[in-house]
């Protein structure tokens, strides 16, 4: 895959743009604050419908202004594409591909394919198991619109389980039916957790091969899916802490609690590893992504670093370049010689960023 040309007009503090990109490496510097992140942020939500920052798309469209879009045009498997994005403060978004209104968020997944590091993402490792959870779902979201529908399902479900539970409270009647949400909370459940396990095992594989190229084969990274029910035990386990989960009005089992147990040489890393092996962890999680889409899709996605380069050091920034060598990235930082001076080639494409506009170089 790979994105041709990208117009947008007051999405964040970018003013009206239109840019071509390269098939290789295309570079976005510029002081902080100028609008390098946020022209990352338009191609994600092209690719999945919604922002990584925030969850209210107000903030999207600048504040001076009522509305914002963005028209992206890409190559997919030889043919070129086009995805429409309409923002507006007193409406709901609207999203067209090749003129075609999407009637829902599902339908675009998978269409675009994404791959987005941020400094956040070397958090990965170290913090809770919702954002593990938020990793795997966004990704096998992409690879699987029935991983999609599933998971909707599942939370509606448990939206409504949970509101039974703290009205149950007063009316114990409502009990009567609490075997209708349980039925369905676990066949949601039991096929995401099948989605959720073989997505863990190829994550694991590739993932340790990744991490042992970094550590020169000194370090053994594993990866292991821990759910917190299985599809044989989630009924038991919700009938056993049902009165727990009437005192606390919601549900305490089911796959909205899993978490990836994370190791080096067999120890726990997010209590015993240092903040490079961490660091190292979450690279790798986040490359091997890319091997499971080409693999599983037959594609190769687009890459967005968003100031990634930073905050690694030479060795895994070496590392990263060399990696991505054949994949359309593009990439944000504030000095733009220091990154050129670490890729081998000249496959790239510069722009500068500044007070919300973008120059190609």
């Excluded at 990793?135 to 699987?144: A, G, K, R, T, V």
């Excluded at 990154?339 to 007070?355: C, Q, S, T």
Aim: aromatic share 8%.
């Amino acid at each position: 895959m790979e994105i041709l040309s990208v117009s947008l007009k007051n999405f964040r503090n970018l003013n009206q743009t239109n840019i071509e990109l390269h098939p290789g490496i295309n570079i976005f510097y510029g002081d902080n604050g100028q609008g390098k992140t946020n022209f990352l942020e338009s191609l994600y939500f092209c690719g999945t419908g919604r922002s990584h920052r925030t969850n209210n798309e107000r903030d999207l469209i600048n504040f001076e202004d009522s509305e914002a879009y963005i028209q992206l045009v890409f190559d997919n498997e030889g043919i070129r594409d086009k995805i429409s994005v309409y923002l507006k403060k007193d409406s709901r978004k609207a999203i067209a591909v090749n003129g075609i209104p999407l009637r829902k968020l599902g339908d675009l997944l998978g269409q675009l394919i994404i791959v987005m590091f941020s400094p956040q993402d070397l958090n990965l490792v170290k913090e809770g198991p919702s954002e593990r959870r938020k990793f795997m779902d966004m990704e096998i979201c992409q690879l699987s619109a029935i991983y999609y529908h599933e998971l909707n399902n599942y939370y509606r479900v448990l939206k409504q389980r949970n509101n039974l539970l703290k009205n149950a409270v007063k009316n114990k009647g409502l009990l009567d039916t609490l075997s209708v949400w349980n039925e369905q909370l676990i066949n949601h459940g039991a096929r995401i957790y099948e989605f959720r396990k073989n997505f863990s095992e190829e994550l694991n594989e590739i993932s340790s091969e990744i991490y042992m190229g970094i550590s020169d084969n000194k370090e053994k990274l594993k990866l292991q899916y821990k759910p917190n029910i299985t599809p044989e035990n989630f009924l038991e386990k919700l009938e056993k802490n049902l009165e727990r989960d009437l005192t606390l009005g919601s549900t305490s089992s089911g796959i909205h609690k899993d978490d990836i147990f994370i190791t080096i040489n067999d120890y726990d890393i997010r209590l015993f590893g240092s903040q490079g092996q961490q660091r190292t962890a979450s690279l790798s999680m986040k490359l091997a992504e890319i091997h499971i889409i080409k693999k599983l899709k037959d594609k190769i996605p687009v890459l967005l670093l968003d100031d990634v380069l930073s905050e690694l050091d030479e060795k895994r920034q070496k590392y990263l370049l060399s990696y991505i060598s054949h994949i359309q990235t593009i990439v944000t930082c504030t000095g733009v010689e220091d990154v050129i001076k670490k890729i081998e080639n000249d496959n790239i494409k510069i722009f500068k960023v500044a007070d919300g506009n973008i120059y190609p170089q």
